[in-house]
């Protein structure tokens, strides 16, 4: 098994995360050393029982870090680069991965090149590398004028993208998520991500993938994984609507994505709804993790999801403001801390680490109604059962013969199934 294959990510979103101020420091000012707050969280991400930190945007940018001004330089709102080596080094002595966000679809208007390019024009070296639209302006990303696409058919670009990956491949990162992947074409991926695999064989690249052919994506871009939304969607839209057939459908389909990659999973990110605000019933907190910790997949964890926290995304300006608060200097300062919903997210995790076959396991639906659920999930000779129910009442819920024992959660399991309780679930081994 490769290093990814136990990968467990912590996400967080740094700008956030440390409360920094929401627009780019003043020219020449000095900068705020604020990414040490984040080493102060490493031991709180072991203790969950993850291994990786997946970092949102910490290269300058005028906002928000999704609009990149430089991708060699750390938002002075955070640091310097000795902020982040030091994180880096910090994480790496626990024995933890680090994940850097790289924004390569688009920029910030305040982007030297682009700068360059609306000064000089066609005479510009960096002409080339945005598209114009035709309406004295350039194309943007989504209809975002702050964000201007960049042009993928130039090499230029490219080079660019290798570059900046390499840099920060050199100096001790694990891997690349690829911001808005979806976005820019295969061909653009495949010429960067073969050039940056072939000095970095074992860094693990990850592409931002909302819809489409997960499959046919990964295979195209040279990506190891895209991010499995539509097995969150399911999830959270199962729960609320008591339709476990939703869900079984999507479990489907995510066993067929394992004959070609391992799926990036999660329950939450810096850019949807909190779980917990997402479910109409926060009893089934529990459900949504246990379906993302037993089944295939390279999850990760929201930072604050494991304390549940609550936070609406809203579309307007500063509508991600919910989702993405500041944290307190200590993890014991924080809402929910050792509260039972922390403790389920370092029990879950426990399980999942006993069982690291778990990240290519097959999953093999046994019960299926509305309100119940069971399934076995497998890699080669090793086996769980897990029961799930949704109502208020009992339920029974079936697997394949076997004497089952149960390992996490409550239900009473006999030979072939188990009796769950209202609004239970358990975790079982043969």
């Given amino acids: ?42 031991d709180h991400l072991v203790a969950l029982g993850c291994n990786g930190l997946a970092l949102g945007p910490v290269f300058a940018s005028e906002t928000h870090g999704y609009d990149t001004v430089d991708h060699l330089r750390v938002d002075p709102r955070l640091g310097d680069e000795d902020d982040l080596l030091r994180l880096v080094e910090a994480a790496s002595s626990r024995g933890v991965r680090v994940l850097l966000d790289g924004v390569f679809n688009h920029v910030g208007r305040g982007f030297p090149q682009f700068s360059d390019v609306e000064a000089r024009g066609d005479a510009s070296p960096y002409a080339g590398w945005f598209v114009p639209d035709g309406n004295r302006d350039f194309r943007t990303f989504e209809g975002h004028h702050k964000l201007v696409v960049l042009n993928h058919q130039e090499p230029a670009v490219a080079d660019y993208a290798v570059q900046v990956m390499s840099h920060w491949l050199e100096r001790g990162i694990d891997g690349w998520r690829l911001d808005a992947a979806y976005a820019a074409p295969a061909e653009f991926w495949r010429t960067v991500t073969d050039r940056v695999r072939a000095r970095f064989p074992d860094a693990w690249l990850v592409g931002e993938v909302i819809h489409g052919d997960y499959a046919g994506i990964v295979e195209s871009s040279g990506f190891d994984s895209v991010t499995q939304y539509e097995l969150w ?52 907190l529990a ?56 403790r389920l997210h370092q ?10 076959w778990l990240v290519r396991a097959h999953t093999k639906v046994a019960t299926l109604t509305n309100t119940a659920l069971s399934y076995t999930v497998g890699h080669g000779d090793e086996r769980l059962g897990i029961v799930l129910n949704l109502a208020d009442e009992p339920a029974k819920a079936d697997l394949p013969a076997a004497g089952w024992t149960r390992i996490a959660g409550d239900a009473d399991f006999h030979g072939e199934g188990a009796l769950v309780p209202p609004q239970g679930w358990a975790i079982a081994h043969p």
């Fill in 347 to 356: 029990d879950l995790i426990g399980v999942r680490r006993r069982h690291p």
């Fill in 1 to 42: 098994m490769r290093w990814p294959d136990h990968a467990i990510w912590w996400h967080v979103y740094p700008l956030g995360f440390t409360g920094a101020e929401p627009a780019a420091r003043p020219p020449g000012a000095p900068p705020e050393h604020r990414l040490p707050r984040i080493a102060g969280w490493l």
């Fill in 287 to 342: 459900h949504a993790l246990v379906i993302l910790l037993t089944n295939a997949g390279v999850p990760s964890i929201y930072a604050g999801d494991e304390f549940a926290f609550h936070g609406v995304k809203e579309e307007r300006e500063g509508g991600d403001d919910a989702i993405r608060p500041a944290f307190p200097g200590h993890p014991d300062e924080t809402p929910g801390h050792a509260a039972p919903y922390h």
């Fill in 233 to 284: 969607k399911a999830i959270w839209s199962s729960l609320n609507d008591r339709n476990f057939f939703e869900l079984a459908h999507a479990l489907t389909r995510h066993d067929g994505m394992l004959q070609t990659f391992v799926p990036q999973t999660f329950l939450g990110n810096h850019d949807v709804t909190r779980i917990a605000s997402r479910l109409e019933d926060e009893r089934h």
